[in-house]
């Protein structure tokens, strides 16, 4: 693969299970902003706001470890329901991070949002995708789906989205050949085997992790949907040796079952985008509020597994 040339800007790609209006309504009214702007953890406080080109949003970030970062986003262009251009992460005691430029385009009934953070260096832009990925920051973007979820379809659920430098055939590949599932998909620390592996539609998957020299924990995978390369839908639930269903060892509280949604997107020949959904089944109200709390440790158990899917990826 021929090596990428640098550049001073970083892109992302995301499709929301909402409408066009919802989405720029997330976006723009305050209170609803404040349910999903910034990394997991973070909280917000606006100051004042005045959406429009030429406009301002003076706000201040809360971090989950009592740090405020106070911003003041300055904007160039607003065109509802399409497009905005600012000037992020300056105040009135130094100059904007970044310029970004938002895209909203409804698709089909979702909508897509495409963005771009220019920088003035390459050099600066590959220091900030790093302090990105090491902080969280894509996560804002996993809320917001979260937040349209449970906003407008009434749905709890937990999102998590990364793109990887590979084709859209050989991460389908990925997730279903048992062989490569085991490499990538246990969590940091963990080892994976698969007694049973049939993906396909109808079918189940029976595995255990262990991690060290602890206990075997068993899982079960049932496939609902395998439609190669773009969509696999599939349930997971904990379970014993007999593949009866249990609930795990670490919690008191946890739904019984999870319905896992994988969507892959081709964003180049050689560039795939992955977003993962999860929605609890067979939850009561107990495990829904674990499900709730333990967002931040799954995006922490996600990002790990991801780290080594891309480390799989360029071996």
């Known amino acids: 693969m021929a090596e990428k040339s640098k550049t001073n800007v970083i ?9 066009l209006q919802a989405v720029w309504d997330a976006w723009t009214i305050p209170e609803e902003v404040a349910q999903w702007w910034g990394p997991r953890g973070f909280t917000l406080t606006t100051h004042s706001r005045d959406l429009r080109t030429g406009g301002h949003w003076h706000y201040t ?3 989950p ?3 405020d970062y106070e911003n003041t986003t300055k904007y160039l262009e607003v065109v509802p329901m399409q497009r905005m251009v600012y000037d992020h992460g300056g105040h009135a005691d130094r100059p904007p991070l970044f310029r970004v430029n938002a895209l909203f385009t409804e698709r089909d009934g979702r909508t897509q949002l495409d963005m771009s953070m220019s920088f003035a260096t390459p050099e600066i832009a590959e220091e900030m995708s790093s302090f990105i990925k090491k902080a969280g920051g894509e996560s804002t973007w996993d809320r917001l789906a979260e937040y349209l979820g449970k906003h407008h379809a009434g749905k709890e659920q937990f999102f998590i989205a990364r793109s990887f430098d590979v084709g859209i055939e050989r991460m389908y590949d990925m997730w279903t050949d048992p062989e490569h599932m085991a490499q990538w998909l246990p969590p940091t620390g963990a080892t994976m085997s698969f007694m049973r592996a049939e993906p396909r539609v109808g079918a189940t998957s029976f595995y255990a992790m262990k991690f060290g ?3 075997a924990i068993y899982g079960l995978i049932r496939y609902l949907e395998l ?3 773009t969509r696999l839908v599939y349930t997971q639930q904990f379970c014993d040796e007999s593949e009866k269903p249990t609930r795990p060892p670490f919690f008191q509280d946890w739904p019984l ?3 896992s949604t994988v969507e892959l997107a081709a964003e180049g020949p050689d560039r795939t985008r992955v977003t993962v959904r999860w929605e609890p089944q067979e939850a009561n109200t107990a495990d829904l509020a674990e499900f709730i709390t333990q967002r931040s440790g799954m995006t922490m158990g996600w990002t790990g597994s991801f780290d080594k899917l891309e480390a799989v990826l360029g071996g």
């Open 11 to 19: 892109s992302l790609t995301r499709v929301y299970d909402a409408p």
């Open 227 to 229: 439609n190669k390369p």
């Open 65 to 67: 470890d009592g740090t």
């Open 213 to 215: 020299d602890g206990p």
């Open 61 to 63: 970030m809360h971090g």
């Open 257 to 259: 079952c999870m319905l």
